[in-house]
Nanobody, 125 residues
């Protein structure tokens, strides 16, 4: 079982950048595919980005393509989400997730086995 702790959230102005990190512990990190999801108040959880266990393939939600970048460091058991050109609609709680099973759809939260507690990102207009 893996434990996930997110960090790096905060308040930023429109057009700014933030870098979220997710630290994993408790199991071999490279066994897991990793993803980021977000949830704004009153809305369903939304897929943001995912990366395969090796880091060789990445996936992005349509709303963040070209602005966000996901990466992982298996030696440090971390996955990061670099967020650029932030918009007010990016405001949400951001969650890190880990999947041990083989994923058929990286954008579906049901495929992920473990979740962090989330970190808040607020983008002011």
């Amino acid at each position: 079982q893996v434990q996930l702790v997110e960090s790096g959230g905060g308040l930023v102005q429109t057009g700014g950048s933030l870098r979220l990190s997710c630290a994993a512990s408790g199991d071999t990190f490279s066994r897991y595919a990793m993803g980021w999801f977000r949830q704004a108040p009153g809305k369903e959880r939304e897929f943001v980005a995912a990366v395969t266990w090796s880091g060789g393939t990445t996936y992005y939600g349509d709303s963040v393509k070209g602005r966000f970048t996901i990466s992982r460091d298996n030696a440090k058991s971390t996955v990061t989400l670099q967020m650029n050109a932030l918009k007010p609609e990016d405001t949400a709680a951001y969650y890190c997730a880990a999947a041990l099973q083989i994923i058929e759809d990286y954008g579906l939260e049901a495929w992920y086995d473990y979740w962090g507690q989330g970190t808040q990102v607020t983008v002011s207009s």
